[in-house]
């Protein structure tokens, strides 16, 4: 592991880690549910599906009458007028939830010790998510988190669209160290929650670590927190944190240049240290424990992922949980209705 970590140091990644097909845990996920418990757009009808076709439901293409087999009541006048073709419209089924992801690929996210990067460990996490909400048939859709502003993918349901969204993420180009991340989180979240109104389930992936921000105190709030309350205002959230082994656990690798890729830091240290290793670790949980607590009190669901462990085990676990503890967590705040 310590070679794995030295080679990281001196080798930045430049193609995915995984690839696509390790990307489609189906048969894992086979007899899980994401379970929804915030309002949505309408009241939930059984479970999130919701509204089915019906007067009210958005129209669809205009097709010929079948005598005997389509209701009268959905013949389009105006188009078999101007056809001279007795016409009629279906409606499209009007699906209750749509799930927006927001992937944080700041040069931050490229640091992986365990033969995968922290940014496709967040693409395996969306493909886990996405794949639990194309089985019922909703539609799910993805911002990238880049230097240079936000990207959109349009939200579209099934299995095709999904493994589109996941090819353009993993082919997306690798920001390279010491590039200025731009846009911060904060603002790419109050960006989501700007673009895209209507209620539904929200997925944030990143390390949530902001560049620059030396604070570890848990009682500080971290700069995105109140963008991520107020995203939980109208919306379910889920936080996925996403974290390498060797950000936690310093290893002992003797003298080596520590810097960070977001900053101009740099500074030589000897790892061999032992009290410097114990400080570093110690200040390493304070962080992660700042954070945890910064997304409970935003009221969101945390899945917390390393690179050096199972993804899909640790989001069946999640998921099996989440089904226990999602209406407590995602209680709106006195005065907001559900």
């Known amino acids: 592991m310590a070679d794995d970590a030295a080679s990281s140091l001196v080798r930045p990644p430049d193609h995915p880690t995984l690839p696509l097909d390790r990307l489609a845990p189906e048969a894992a996920l086979r007899r899980l549910e994401l379970t929804v418990v915030r309002r949505l757009e309408g009241y ?38 101007r056809t001279q073709v007795t016409q009629v419209r279906d409606t499209i089924a009007d699906r209750e939830l749509e799930v927006w992801a927001l992937l944080d690929m700041t040069p931050s996210m490229n640091w992986g010790t365990a033969g995968i990067t922290k940014r496709d460990l967040g693409i395996a996490a969306l493909a886990t998510f996405g794949f639990l909400s194309q089985r019922m048939g909703d539609r799910f859709g993805g911002m990238v988190m880049r230097p ?29 160290d010491a ?30 670590l902001t560049p620059g921000d030396t604070e570890v105190d848990p009682d ?11 995203l939980s205002v109208r919306n379910q959230v889920i936080a996925v944190e996403v974290i390498d082994r060797r950000e936690v656990e310093f290893p002992d690798l003797g003298d080596i240049l520590v810097r960070s890729p977001e900053t101009s830091f740099q ?11 114990r400080a570093m670790d110690a200040a390493a949980a304070r962080q992660r424990e700042r954070t945890r607590l910064a997304l409970r009190r935003a009221g969101v669901g945390h899945l917390l992922l390393r690179t050096d462990g199972d993804w899909v085990s640790e989001i069946a676990r999640f998921v099996l949980g989440y089904r226990r503890t999602a209406g407590f967590l995602h209680r709106p705040p006195r005065g907001v209705a559900r």
Do not use: M
């Open 179 to 208: 590039t200025d991340p731009g846009l911060p989180l904060a603002d790419a979240i109050d960006d989501l929650g700007r673009a895209q109104r209507r209620r539904g389930l929200r997925i944030i992936v990143s390390d949530f």
């Open 220 to 230: 500080v709030p971290p700069p995105w927190e109140r963008a991520l309350r107020r």
């Open 44 to 81: 939930l009808q059984g479970d999130h599906l919701g509204v089915l076709p019906g007067p009210g439901s958005d129209p669809n293409d205009a097709r010929p009458y079948r005598p005997g087999e389509d209701d009268v009541r959905k013949i389009d006048w105006p188009v078999t007028a």
């Open 148 to 176: 240079e502003g936000v990207r959109l993918v349009p939200a579209r349901s099934g299995r095709t669209a999904l493994y589109g969204l996941l090819r353009s993420l993993l082919e997306e180009p690798i920001v390279p």
């Open 267 to 277: 500074r030589y240290v000897n790892t061999g240290d032992a009290r410097l290793r």
